[in-house]
């Protein structure tokens, strides 16, 4: 079937889904999943303390499916005081925006002893993962990985003998009940660096695999006794070709990775195929994913440093450290070498060059060639009655009691602030300066984007509150993919769309805003509902820095009543 013939592009665009739709249902299972979300005593880092884990499992399981599957999770919330629910990263939940885990956004927290079924089809192969988005549960350790295989007849644009899956986290002794609290205090009290990086939930505090190469007197890492903190060794075969799978679920820290000897090429990014490239190290940032491809061409005889370090924040966390270990070599025999030094946390150019550097698989879908809404969005911090706060075009979010999507479907005007935020800043502000009035302004308005049009963001980074100062944002964008048109230096002022990519740019769902300058996105308003889109730092979310788009919420079919059964909607299902 040929779509072009169908007219306009948005009979295009249905007919490409429709057909893709059918493609990969071809043969799909129904996956269904029974999990217990509660709290337990595990030692991430050695020390033992308070996670939060899935049917005794921290990280939880790993949930493995291929495309046009069907996922079905029956989450039980044995938490006893506190509701959960859980997001399912990079899904577009094409036809069920219930299920995307948001509370107060797409449903109603679990409350203790309930059960919700979430039901969603993961429609593209990908690297995903799963975490909490109901207060900071996701520092708490409620995540784990989500992996989408290509469905059966379809092949990968390139070859691997064999996979190893990294989800890379990072870990505070202080409970996200106590750092909740300090973040929202008068005075401000922040919930400081993590003390440890974790691999697929391990990692080492106050003690390195590397101890004799560091300048501290850290001592060397012994694991007699408590081998759940032990790295996982990746072992490997000689003249082989791996599959690295690495996705970040980092509360705060950007990361970077580097595989001592060998160079890593990028093939995948969120979910999307990209242009190949080679790299000695990549940068990483909370709510991205990527895949890469290993040749194991080195000395077998040999094993080799896998270094973790903190990127865009004075690191005061030890690197995270495990090993490459070549079957020729027991995996017990440390590297003589020093471990790959991160990049200096400030060195900006090395991670623009990274980030640059990626562009769409040839025959990746395109981008519109023009916008019908423009929204730029000033990210700030701010002060709000005393309190610090971050806000977007001077507005700091506050989730209202009703989710949105119920709210919006059912009318319920009072249920949500009905003044619409801001598609722009004034254009006298400046973004290099602390801003001359930092007072900011509370709001839980909505974006209404009109279904099927195309929508430009603009991502304004700024000073914050201190000056010379200005933070490092993933933004993660729920419900769709975005192309990445571009970055810039400073303000984005007219013209500045001239130097955007409209030929191959990447397709992400969370993209970085550097300091002091800006990134150009585009989507397509093509899935009914209502999304979050917003900074995936746990704690910048959690003072307010996040916006909502709603479209086509009207036609969303029937929602399960689980899901609304809160706030004004509780009385208001079918």
């Known amino acids: 079937m040929d779509c072009k013939s169908w007219g306009s592009r948005d009979i295009v665009f249905l007919c490409i889904i429709v057909l893709s739709l059918i493609h990969v249902s071809l043969g799909a299972k129904v996956r ?9 005593y595990g030692a991430p880092d050695c020390q033992e303390h308070v996670v939060m884990g899935i049917n005794g499992q921290f990280p939880g399981p790993t949930i493995r499916a291929k495309a046009g599957d069907t996922i079905v999770v029956d989450l039980t919330n ?13 899904i577009r939940q094409l036809g069920t925006p ?4 948001t509370a107060s956004i797409s449903q109603c927290a679990i409350n203790p002893g309930e059960t919700f079924e979430y ?22 350790g409620l995540y784990g990985s989500l992996i989408v295989d290509m469905a059966d007849g379809e092949k990968e644009p390139f070859h691997y003998d064999a996979e190893f899956n990294l989800l890379l986290s990072d870990w505070w002794h202080k409970s996200v009940h106590e750092q909740e609290v300090g973040l929202s205090s008068n005075p401000f009290r922040w919930i400081g660096e993590p003390q440890s990086l974790l691999i697929n939930g391990r990692g080492q505090y106050n003690c390195s695999l590397a101890a004799k190469f560091s300048n501290s007197s850290i001592s060397q890492c012994k694991f007699e006794g408590n081998e759940k903190c032990a790295p996982q060794v990746l072992k490997v075969r000689p003249n082989k070709t791996y599959r690295l799978r690495i996705a970040s679920t980092t509360a705060l820290a950007s990361l970077n990775l580097a595989i001592e000897g060998h160079k890593m090429v990028v093939v995948e990014a969120d979910g999307n195929h990209v242009q190949p490239f080679a790299v000695n190290d990549l940068d990483i940032y ?31 966390t030890n690197q995270a450290l495990t090993l490459l270990s070549y079957s020729a070599t027991p995996a017990s025999k440390l590297p003589t070498t020093q471990p790959p030094v ?18 769409a698989l040839m025959g990746s879908p395109q981008p519109p060639k023009t916008y019908d ?38 009318g319920l005007n009072n249920a949500f602030d009905q003044k619409t935020p801001p598609d722009n800043y004034d254009s006298s502000y400046d973004i290099m300066e602390p801003a001359p009035n930092q007072n900011t302004t509370q709001g839980s ?57 409209l030929k191959n740019p990447p397709l992400r769902n969370t993209a970085v805003i550097f300091p002091f300058g800006w990134t150009a996105l585009r989507f397509v308003a093509d899935n009914p509902g209502v999304w979050a889109f917003h900074c995936h730092i746990e704690p910048h979310l959690h003072m307010g820095m996040g916006v909502i788009f709603a479209q086509g919420a009207h036609r969303v079919g029937q929602i399960p009543k689980e899901a609304l059964a809160c706030g004004l909607t509780g009385n208001k299902q079918n």
Not at 32 to 40: G, N
Not at 454 to 470: F, G, H, P, R
Request: proline fraction near 4%.
């Open 32 to 40: 269904h999943f029974k999990w217990e979300v509660e709290y337990m």
């Open 286 to 316: 909370s709510g991205e994913s990527y895949s890469v491809l290993l040749k194991t061409d080195q000395n077998p005889y040999k094993n080799y440093w896998v270094s973790i370090g903190v990127r865009g924040r004075d690191p005061k």
């Open 445 to 501: 308005g909505v974006y209404t984007i009109t279904l099927n049009t195309t929508v430009d963001v603009i991502l304004q980074n700024a000073n914050a509150l201190a000056k010379d100062v200005s933070e490092i944002h993933p933004w993660h964008l729920h419900g769709h993919d975005f192309w990445v048109l571009g970055y810039g230096e400073g303000k984005f002022k007219n013209g500045d769309e001239k130097t955007f990519n």
């Open 342 to 359: 991160t990049p200096r946390w400030d060195d900006y150019n090395h991670s623009k060059a990274f980030t640059k550097s990626i562009y």
């Open 78 to 90: 044995k938490l006893h005081t506190e509701g959960v629910v859980i997001h399912w990263h990079g």
């Open 98 to 101: 219930w299920a995307d885990g």
């Open 119 to 140: 039901r969603f089809k993961v429609d593209r192969p990908g690297t995903y993962f799963y975490h909490g988005h109901y207060g900071m549960q996701r520092s708490a």
């Open 373 to 410: 809404r423009r929204i730029i969005l000033l990210n700030t911090q701010n002060r709000l009655n005393g309190f610090v706060k971050w806000a977007i075009n001077n507005v700091s979010l506050v989730l209202p009691s009703t989710p949105y999507l119920g709210s919006i479907k059912f």
